[in-house]
């Protein structure tokens, strides 16, 4: 057993009484909606702003770059999962309701799993951290839809305060410290792409822009941050050069 569940006095476990106690006042149809979300709703919204992501991007004057951003928010996620496998099976600590049954445990089929750390929490801000790269609005909305998740998946009686806050922190780990590495390579992969057939799904050809001709490009994320569009407004963008 870990060491993380077997402490009954530390803030950890008194949060996750505290929230997860929530639940067990709350009536049924709340308990069920809180569910869903924390389960799917957030991801589908998640899904839904990489989607607009994408279509704001196609109409910047450096589309290729910043579609390029938006392809490394899926592509982050996936590597933040594969990177918690090891980390889950080494730390190995159980749901805290094998260790501690009084919670309301409010989904089914999470007892033969490990709790850190939690997957929902990493991937929702792995696609957060990602997208505000490249959109601050959306970046910020995911975001909350993130922090949401982290309060779900606690009230739902499924993971401990910890488990979201380490799953945050391997997110952001992995989005910032390969997005460099990654930029290098997607950012020609779009360039390429976009004087192919393929070019509507790169670029929506902005006024005087012809789509798959020659654009100015605003870099190739050589930095720790993805590349800053020349034209885009501040509010929206935090692609530092």
């Known amino acids: ?43 589908l919204g998640l899904v839904a702003l990489c989607a607009a992501a994408w279509l ?30 090891p980390i889950s099976a080494i730390v190995g600590r159980p749901r805290p309701f ?14 033969g799993t490990y709790s850190f750390v939690s997957d929902h929490a990493t991937m929702s801000m792995a696609v957060a951290v990602a997208l505000f790269l490249v959109d601050r609005r959306l970046g910020a909305l995911a975001g909350s839809l993130a922090a949401l ?14 488990d979201v806050l380490g799953g945050y922190a391997l997110a952001t780990a992995v989005v910032l410290l390969l997005a460099p590495l990654a930029m290098s390579v997607l950012v020609p992969l779009c360039h390429a792409l976009a004087r192919t057939t393929a070019a509507p799904l790169i670029t929506a050809g902005p006024a005087g822009t012809p789509r798959g001709g020659r654009r100015r490009r605003g870099g190739t994320g050589g930095g720790r941050s993805l590349p800053e569009p020349e034209h885009a407004a501040p509010a929206d963008s935090d692609l530092a050069a």
């Not at 501690?100 to 007892?111: C, F, N, R, S, T």
């Not at 998740?149 to 910890?162: A, E, K, N, S």
Request: charged fraction near 15%; charge should be neutral; include cysteine.
């Open 1 to 43: 057993m870990s060491t993380l569940s077997a402490d009954t006095t530390n803030p950890d476990l008194e949060l996750l009484y505290t929230v997860n106690g929530w639940a067990k006042g709350s009536p049924a149809w709340l308990d069920t909606l809180v569910s869903w979300i924390g389960e799917y709703g957030i991801l």
């Open 149 to 162: 998740q982290g309060f779900c998946r606690i009230f739902m009686g499924v993971h401990y305060p910890t």
């Open 98 to 111: 094998v260790n501690h049954p009084g919670l309301d445990v409010l989904v089914a089929g999470k007892a």
């Open 56 to 85: 704001r991007a196609r109409r910047r004057p450096n589309a290729p770059v910043a579609v390029a951003g938006v392809l490394w928010a899926p592509l982050a996620m996936a590597l933040a999962e594969l990177a918690n496998l």
